[in-house]
C-alpha cells in the first residue's frame, strides 16, 4: 500500500492521470465516521500493496470533491488508471474489498 496524506489537494487534472490502482478517500479528521473506518480501511489496503491510497481533506467547495459529488464522509473513490471503477460512500468493508479487487492487478481487476 502506497499512502498519501495529500498536504496539497491534488486537482482533478493530476488524478485522472494516476496511474494504476488508485483510492481516494475524501472526508474530514473530525468526522466520526471516517474514523470509524480508518482501521478496517487500513486492514484491507494492506492486503493490497500495489494500491495507491490517497486522503483529501474535504469540505464545503473544496474542488475535488465536488468534482466527484461527495456529499457524505467518508468517501472513497476506486479508480484504475484515473477512470472511476466504483464509488461508495459510507462504505461496509464488504463494499472497501469489493472496491480493491475490482482495480486490484494482482486480482485481475479493471
Known amino acids: 500500500m502506497t499512502f498519501d496524506n495529500a498536504e496539497h489537494e491534488p486537482t482533478r487534472d493530476e488524478v485522472d492521470r494516476m496511474a494504476g490502482p488508485v483510492v481516494l478517500e475524501f472526508g474530514a479528521t473530525w468526522c466520526g465516521y ?3 473506518l480508518q482501521p478496517r480501511l487500513e486492514a484491507l489496503l494492506g492486503q493490497f500493496p500495489e494500491v ?3 486522503w483529501v481533506e474535504d469540505g464545503k467547495g473544496k474542488p475535488l470533491g465536488r468534482s466527484f459529488r461527495v456529499k457524505l464522509w467518508p468517501t472513497l473513490v476506486f479508480l484504475r488508471d ?3 471503477v466504483k464509488q461508495v460512500s459510507r462504505p461496509t ?4 474489498r469489493e472496491g480493491l479487487e475490482a482495480i486490484s492487478e494482482a486480482r485481475g481487476g479493471g
Open 93 to 96: 468493508p464488504a463494499e472497501v
Open 52 to 54: 495507491r491510497y490517497v
Open 34 to 36: 471516517c474514523q470509524a
Open 82 to 84: 484515473g477512470r472511476v
